[in-house]
Nanobody
């Protein structure tokens, strides 16, 4: 059973930066495809970025060019560097993992493991 623990959320002004971390335990990190999702109040959970175990990345159009996903196998951790934050980025950010898929899915329902979420609030 894989456990995921996110950290790094907080309150930041528009234009600022945050770096989210997601530490994985209880499984083989190198076998996991990882994803970051977010959910704003009253909205559905949406994809932000993914990184496969082969280190291929995907970004949603809304964050492309501003966010960067990466992984550190030695630390069993995936990161989401968020620059140029906007008020519309305000949401709870969730880390997700799956190993039984060929690639990193873009659909939340296809992930097997989830963290508890970390709040990101961007003030205008």
């Amino acid at each position: 059973q894989v456990q995921l623990v996110e950290s790094g959320g907080g309150l930041v002004q528009a234009g600022g930066s945050l770096r989210l971390s997601c530490a994985a335990s209880g499984g083989t990190f190198s076998s996991l495809h990882m994803g970051w999702f977010r959910q704003a109040p009253g909205k559905e959970r949406e994809i932000v970025a993914t990184i496969t175990r082969g280190v291929n990345t995907y970004y949603s159009d809304s964050v492309k060019g501003r966010f960067a996903i990466s992984r550190d196998s030695a630390k069993s951790t995936v990161f989401l560097q968020m620059n140029g934050l906007r008020p519309e980025d305000t949401a709870i950010y969730y880390c997700a993992a799956v190993s039984r898929r060929i690639g990193a899915p873009l659909v939340a329902a296809l992930y097997d493991y989830w963290g508890q979420g970390t709040q990101v609030t961007v003030s205008s």
